[in-house]
């Protein structure tokens, strides 16, 4: 009696002690993940002031102008080579929407105000939006592998040993090329989009276009035009920051490199969703 007492004594207090060290784990684990976090804000926060000098310093001191000719070279790259890519998605876009507006309009005798929606969502959301998930992709993943392809052929330590900054040289033109590509890709992304609509409500759901025109031109203001330039600005901003950190932050050689690509991406896409919504809260309650 008194053995069978014992031993279950001793196996209900290992139990005890074995939910308790699992408890640990999950809580060491969890603080990780937030200590990561903020790690990475952290670090994405201080490249931003670092590239804000750097591009203050490039526009008015002597002596520290931003190398044109790179800019010239990543600009074709990030936003000349995207144009055809975004120009097929936002037509679909276009196209997606007034196809399924088209039969709740129909129901209460509106199709004509297909244009209204198709031209303020566009406008307002899913032009910035889709541009800047599409160009995470195609140009912030390329940045952050070449920039890791750098620091694994440690041409960033010879940079740093010939007394030259890696971010004004390497940086600098890839945070201004994506902020200004992204947001002229957003006005061709508006256009198109638009086109996309107005080509699926005149041809295919029979809405006569002087009247499609006519409701575009009443529904969109210039507030809704420069939001969505506000937000393509901002997005270009985090799309370029978060790619040239995870670039430079990586280790690992090769491994490393296709991890902050990943990484480049997917924390893009969540920045993104997730600064759209903020700045869609804020403009609902200010009414712009």
Known sequence: MG???TGSAGSSGSRV??????VGDWA??????????VRFVGGVSQLFNETSKWCFRGMFLPGHKVGWRSLVAQTVRVGVLAIPIVVIVQVFIGVILALQLAPTLERYGQMERIADVVGIAIFRELGPLITAIVLSG????????ELGAMVE???IKALRAHALN???FLVIPRFLATVLMLTGLTVIADIVGVLGGFGTGVLVLGVSPSAYLSATREALVMKDFLTGLFKAGVFGVLISMIA??????VTGGAVGVGRATTATVV??????IATDAVFTAVFYVWEL
Request: aromatic share 4%; charged share 20%; with cysteine.
């Open 3 to 5: 053995t069978r007492a």
């Open 17 to 22: 002690r074995a939910a308790i060290a699992a």
């Open 28 to 37: 060491a684990a969890g603080l990780k993940q937030v200590g990561d976090r």
């Open 138 to 145: 195609f140009a912030g993943a390329s940045i952050a592998a």
């Open 153 to 155: 052929s440690e041409e």
């Open 166 to 168: 890696p971010i004004r």
């Open 244 to 249: 040239c950190y995870e670039g430079l932050t």
């Open 267 to 272: 924390k893009s896409i969540v920045a993104l």
